[in-house]
């Protein structure tokens, strides 16, 4: 089966929709759509139902896609074996990653990589910790960065940092003067919250209606530089690790203080990883980079001071 049908298929599938597939693609719907539709007559079944809402996989659908993911990977394993053989790093990572990884973590390792590796590509997709754990589970990507969070069996979760979920504040809000803040405390106050990022929003709101209180939620998003106005205009309190704001938090114009009695003050920042899957030598080393760069963010003074590993 042609590698192009199944690159085609696999975004399909991922998409839900042609039309959609079709904008990723840079390809005619049309011609997507034949593809599908020769592929289907030559197996003599249907791979998807064609809903109004958009398309879904049949169960053959499902075993096609299983096999387009092995295939598109084993190809890509292949031509990055082969520039090994030319000494060079080649081929594309396809990177997931929480949102605030990309204000400066990301963009700056991706540059000294691209430096040491300059014919590497990068394909780079934000989400939150569920959606990122899908990717790296079904292939979508090779790599994740998130939360030590639940995560699908077949992925494992390496080189682990502190990074605690804080309380950002304005300079001149009320709460910026606190060491430490509880959410209840927190929820007098209007809220920032993110949308879109399951389990963390839910973990807020069910603490927050634990204590009877909810408070009003002023602004929701997905999107970072959203909210980071609203949160240095003091409109509100948000809830972001310290990787989203470490050029406000270095001027001071935000101030990020530590919340207490809650499970999101624990959480850790780390890779993750297929556990089965092979990935290209381009992917692995990028990984083994990755991992270096988590692990000099932890020794930072500022960082080590945000997350409690020394005293003010």
């Not at 197996?43 to 879904?56: A, D, Q, S, V, Y």
């Not at 991706?110 to 990122?132: E, L, M, N, T, Y």
């Not at 309380?167 to 430490?180: E, G, K, T, Y």
Request: net charge neutral; with cysteine; glycine share 8%.
């Amino acid at each position: 089966m042609h590698a192009a049908f199944l690159r085609y298929f696999s975004v399909v599938a991922r998409a839900g929709s042609i039309r959609a597939a079709s904008e990723q693609l840079h390809v005619a719907s049309s011609a997507i759509s034949r593809q599908i539709q020769k592929v289907e007559d030559e197996l003599g079944t249907p791979l998807f139902e064609r809903l109004p809402g958009g398309l879904r996989l049949t169960q053959a659908g499902k075993i096609l896609l299983a096999h387009a993911n092995r295939t598109l990977n084993d190809f890509e394993v292949l031509k990055g074996e082969l520039g090994a053989l030319r000494g060079e790093k080649t081929g594309t990572v396809s990177i997931a990653s929480l949102d605030s990884l990309l204000v400066s973590f990301l963009p700056e390792q991706i540059g000294q990589f691209h430096r040491a590796h300059p014919k590497v590509d990068f394909r780079v997709r934000s989400g939150a910790h569920g959606a990122v754990a899908t990717m790296v589970a079904e292939g979508e990507a090779d790599l994740g960065i998130t939360f030590s969070l639940a995560r699908p069996e077949d992925t494992e979760f390496v080189a682990p940092i502190p990074m605690p979920l804080m309380a950002m504040v304005a300079a001149d809000h009320p709460l910026a003067r606190r060491r430490s803040v509880t959410l209840a405390e927190c929820a007098s106050y209007n809220l920032l919250l993110q949308l879109d990022t399951a389990p963390i929003r839910s973990l807020i709101e069910m603490e927050l209606s634990v204590l009877n209180r909810t408070g009003r939620v002023l602004a929701a998003s997905n999107n970072l530089m959203m909210l980071k106005p609203l949160i240095l205009e003091g409109n509100g309190v948000a809830f972001y690790t310290p990787l989203g704001m470490v050029r406000e938090l270095s001027e001071g114009s935000i101030v990020a203080v530590a919340l207490e009695g809650t499970r999101l003050g624990g959480l850790e920042l780390g890779l993750l990883v297929p556990r089965r899957r092979k990935l290209t030598q381009a992917a692995e080393a990028l990984i083994e980079q990755l991992s270096d760069g988590l692990a000099e963010l932890r020794d930072t003074p500022w960082m080590r001071k945000l997350t409690g590993l020394e005293t003010a």
